[in-house]
């Protein structure tokens, strides 16, 4: 069983920065693409960012410049660096991964979400 586990959201003033992590557990063989997405009130869940199992990052346009994404390959684990946080980032942020397990099958895993606030 695979299971996606985030930590570091929380409340922070505009222009403060956050890193989001993501590590996945459980009968894991390979993890293809990674990435964040995030749902704010009343609005579609979005990609935010996402990256290859080679490290090659994308980006929406709304954080260009101020995340960062990165993975630990040998920890399972990928990362979101969020610098000069607005309040219009404030959203339930959420781990997506495409994860082959025992069946040398890919499925798609997500978080549970965790919450960012940035207050003005």
């Known amino acids: 069983q695979v299971q996606l586990v985030e930590s570091g959201g929380g409340l922070v003033q505009a222009g403060g920065s956050l890193r989001l992590s993501c590590a996945a557990s459980?009968?894991?063989?390979?993890?293809?693409?990674m990435g964040w997405y995030r749902q704010a009130p009343g609005k579609q869940r979005e990609l935010v960012a996402a990256?290859?199992?080679?490290?090659?990052?994308n980006y929406a346009d709304s954080v260009m410049g101020r995340f960062t994404i990165s993975r630990d390959n040998a920890k399972n684990t990928v990362y979101l660096q969020m610098n000069s946080l607005k309040p219009e980032d404030t959203a339930v942020y959420y781990c997506?991964?495409?994860?082959?397990?025992?069946?040398?099958?890919?499925?798609?895993?997500w978080g549970q979400g965790t919450q960012v606030t940035v207050s003005s």
């Open positions: 990256i290859t199992s080679g490290g090659s990052p």
């Open positions: 459980g009968s894991i063989l390979s993890i293809n693409d």
């Open positions: 997506n991964a495409d994860i082959m397990d025992w069946s040398k099958t890919y499925y798609n895993y």
